[in-house]
C-alpha cells in the first residue's frame, strides 16, 4: 500500500491566485489537489502546512474515508470554507493517487460513467443588454448548449459578473476590496428585458441561466422569477443569502422558476434543509469548498433522494485541478444536472497541464489514470503570489449589501 512521505503546498499566481497540494508516497506515486479559496488563499495554504501535512506523513494513502474522517472530526473545531477546502485538497490529491495506482480515471472508481459526456454552460456577459445578447450568439456558435446571461443595470457604473474581457472573469480585481454601487430596484427592471431579448435572438433550444448572487430578499427573489417565467430560465442562482434556508420557501411560495444554490456552501448540512424540503432544483456546491469528492458524493447522495440535481461551481477561482476533479464526480453521479465551465487563461493552462476536454457543450475528463491533471512546478515558481480581494457592494446610499 502507498504510504505518504511528503506533502508541500504549492501558491502560484498565473492571472489569478492558486494553491495546490501536491502528495508523494513512497512508491513514487503523486498526487494533486486544488486548496484556492478565492481573497483568502494564504489562510488555506497555512491551515494545510502548519496543522494538515504534518498529520499526513506515515498515512496509508489508500484509506480515503479514514483520512477524510481524521481531519473533519479530528480538527475539533469542524467545518467552514478554511478547513473544508484544506480537507478538499488532500481528497482530491488521495483519489488521484488511487488512480494512478489502479490505473485508472477516478470517474471509474466512482462507478463509471452515467452518461456520454458533461453539459456544461458558459457565462455572457456585457454592459448592455445587447452586448450580452452577442456573446450569447458566440457561445451558441460554439456548440453551447446552455448559457449565464449577465447585464450591466442601467444608472450603475458596474455590474456583478460584467468584465471587461468577455471570456474571462477574475471578480478579485484589487489589492483592498472594490465598493461597488447596488440598486435592486433598477436591477428588477433590467433582466426581464435581458431574458426576452435573448430568447428572441437565441430561440428556445438553448438554457438560459443566471445568477443573482445572493442580493435579493426572498420576496424580491419571486418577483423576479415569476417575471422571468415566460422565458422559461434554466436557474435562477443565489437568489438570496442562503444563512437562513427557509428563506426559500418564501420564494417557492412566488415562482415555479428553478433554483440553484451552494457555490459558497461547505458541508451537507449547510444543504440539508433546502434538499430535504425540495427547496432548491440544483445544488451546486464545489468539490473544492465542499470536503472534496468524499463529501461532495454525500451531498449528491442526499440530493438524489428528493430529485435535487447537481450543478457544480467551476469559474476561475477553481484550478484545473478541481475542474477535473468536477467532471470525474459528475460524470459519474445519477443526479447531475449541469456543471458551470469558465476558462482558463492560456498562463494557467501551461501551469496545470490536463486531459480534459470541451466538444459540441460538452465535457469530459479524459481517461487518464487519477484526475488527468497535474501541475508544473518549474513554471509555477515563476508567478509570485499577488493579493486580490473580492469587492464589497453597498446601497446608493452607502449601506453595506450583499456582493
Known sequence: MPKIVAARVIVTCPGRNFVTLKIEC???????????????????????????????????????????QYLYKGAYWRRGPVTMTAIAAVDMALWDIKGKVAGLPVYQ?????????????????????????????????????????????????????????????????A??????????????????????????????????????????TPIEAGRLGRDLEPWRPFWLEDATPAENQAAFR?????TTAPLAVGEIFNSIWDAKTLIEEQLIDYIRATVVHAGGITHLRRI??????????????????????????????????????????????????????????FEGGMMHPGDAPGLGVDIDEALAVGYDYKRAFLPVNRLEDGTLWSW
Not at 491551515?47 to 498515512?59: A, K, N, Q
Not at 418564501?250 to 412566488?254: E, K, N, S, V
Open 300 to 357: 449528491a447522495a442526499l440530493a438524489d433522494l428528493y430529485q435535487v440535481r447537481t450543478g457544480c461551481h467551476g469559474a476561475t477561482d477553481l484550478s484545473p485541478v478541481a475542474m477535473a476533479a468536477a467532471l470525474h464526480f459528475d460524470l459519474s453521479v445519477p443526479n447531475f444536472g449541469i456543471q458551470e465551465y469558465m476558462r482558463h487563461t492560456p498562463e494557467t493552462d501551461a501551469v496545470f497541464p490536463h486531459a480534459y476536454s
Open 26 to 68: 513512497d512508491d513514487g506515486t503523486t498526487g494533486v489537489g486544488d486548496a484556492t479559496l478565492n481573497g483568502r488563499e494564504l489562510a488555506v495554504a497555512t491551515y494545510l502546512t502548519e496543522h494538515v501535512v504534518p498529520c499526513l506523513i506515515g498515512r496509508d494513502a489508500h484509506r480515503i474515508e479514514d483520512i477524510w
Open 250 to 254: 418564501l420564494i417557492r411560495q412566488h
Open 175 to 216: 489589492d483592498l476590496p472594490t465598493e461597488n454601487v447596488w440598486s435592486t430596484s433598477k436591477y428588477l427592471r433590467v433582466v426581464p428585458e435581458l431574458f426576452a431579448a435573448a430568447r428572441e435572438a437565441l430561440g428556445w433550444d438553448v438554457h438560459l441561466l443566471h445568477d443573482i448572487h445572493h442580493r435579493l
Open 109 to 173: 472508481l466512482l462507478g463509471g460513467a452515467c452518461r456520454e459526456g458533461v453539459m456544461v454552460y458558459g457565462h455572457a456577459n456585457g454592459t448592455t443588454i445587447e452586448e450580452t445578447v452577442e456573446v450569447a450568439r458566440e457561445y451558441q456558435r460554439q456548440g453551447y448548449k446552455a448559457i449565464r446571461l449577465q447585464c450591466g443595470v442601467p444608472g450603475m457604473t458596474s455590474s456583478y459578473g460584467v468584465s471587461k474581457d468577455r471570456y474571462f472573469y477574475e471578480p478579485a480585481d
